[in-house]
């Protein structure tokens, strides 16, 4: 089949046919991958960015609109907003499932659906008149915006080479730190609408906000491509080398290498028929490409194993009890500061700028060093003091400067942690699987977050502070381990120690176990540390 140039088509015989000995230190080569990449940052970044925003603008709003006026309308008592935010953190039973269906089910129109229907949720939220219905409100939020954040990372590394993933996350991860900003500033904004229809300005700042991401998810749709092949805004030439230069990064991971049983078995099947050769193909060996690759629970089952996963999956469950207790109750700690209302939004918001700066920077530099879990030790010790000074601060100056070096620390260190797995993990439905629970375990921290700072600690939350900074000291610890585990397996693959793998993996397929590609297997993968 021959490609039509109006219709703008990838035929994948173009792709089979470049050769992978060309010369990637050419003018052309380097002229062509700029071109490619700018074309993806714009047209995959913004929407991203945009479907991240709206997620954490509508997961914060709430204690925004707990100083405007909520815990009093709907007659909160103790702990009940601290229940309450508990039921968002449901969406982690999604992140599994959405991350195996979003290849058949096309991320393009996937992650939108997703945020159409928390939009709606957010927007109906605007109108609870209990603390059960906004349990309610919460539960329902969480699990409809479950499996954005594992599907948008396995999205991108289906895109983008591995080592050029995390510049990828920390731009769309900005948006994170500029949502503490912007949501800040918009609440601000939203709540002079207070009493307009009879309206108390809290509930205006649920229903704006919802139908804001119900428009970001229509926008995003259609947007978004589902993947390389299909990016109507790349040429068909652009597409063939844009195709190749991803394969080429994940070749020795997709191959499937045969036994000689199978390989003898193959000679005779072919007979004298001339064999066409696939990109990157070594003699005796297969392709299987993501996009051929289809689903086995042997592949879940090497995801759910993997001492990565739990090694970054603990750490992270660190990040997101500073993350998370963080973004949700700054505002009830600044007005702990003595600022109330609109002073007290606007002093939320910058705290978030030079994290969001640092978060940019560190991933400009570990995409170039091909570093991830060293940065986090480096960032990791910021939030630490900026804890150690939260506690110890008898001023409302020295607290409020405690919070910039929180977030300082934690912002910058989410994007390294998140582009571990998809590094370090191959075979699409083991990555799929490996990302996703490694969220899983993370956001088991939301319910630890939401009971970190309870209203009975104001104004000096020292309870809730030891609380985050015991666990931002535990993801030091864990990520070290992780850094010292790639460090001693890939000088095991260079030593020759993990050839065996390959007549394991044989001994799989000659049985009809699996038909998934080797992966992270081969010896000759590398980890990333």
Known sequence: MTSSPQKNELDLSTVESLQATDDETSIEYSRMTKRVLLKFDLHVLPPLALLWLASFI???NVGNARIAGLETDIHLHGNQFNTALAGMYFYILADLPSNWILKKMKPNRWLPFMAAAWGLVTTLSGFVQTPSGLLGYSIYFGFVRGGLLPGIILYLSTIYKRHELQFRVGVFS?????????????????????????????RWIFILEGIATILIGVVAAILLPADIPSAKFLSAEEKAFALRRFRSDIATASEVPLSEVVQEIQREKDGNQEVRQMTFVRPGRQIVNQE????????????????????????YLGFIVSLYSYSLFLPTIISGLGFSGGAAQLHTVPPYVPAAVLTVLVAILADRLKWRGPFILICLPLAIAGYVLAIKAETNNGRYAAVFLMAAGVYPSGPCILSILPNN???????ATAIALQLMIANTGGFIATFAYTADQAPRY?????????????????????VLYCIWENKARAEGRRQGNIKKYQELWDAGK????????????RFTL
């Not at 309870?463 to 535990?474: A, E, P, Q």
Request: glycine share 14%; net charge negative.
């Open 425 to 431: 993990s191959s075979g699409h439905y083991k990555k």
């Open 514 to 525: 699996t038909r998934a590609p080797i992966g992270d297997r081969s010896p000759d993968f």
């Open 174 to 202: 900005v948006s994170a730190s500029l949502s503490g900003a912007f949501g800040g500033l918009l609440a601000t904004a939203i709540l002079k609408m207070d009493g307009v229809g009879g309206i108390p300005g809290w």
């Open 58 to 60: 509508d997961r914060t």
């Open 292 to 315: 051929e690759e289809q689903f086995e629970w042997g592949e879940v089952i090497r995801g759910c194993v993997d001492i990565q996963v739990w090694l970054t999956g603990i750490s």
């Open 462 to 482: 020292i309870r809730g502070h030891t609380i985050v900074l015991s666990f931002v000291c535990l993801s030091w610890v864990f990520v070290a381990a992780n």
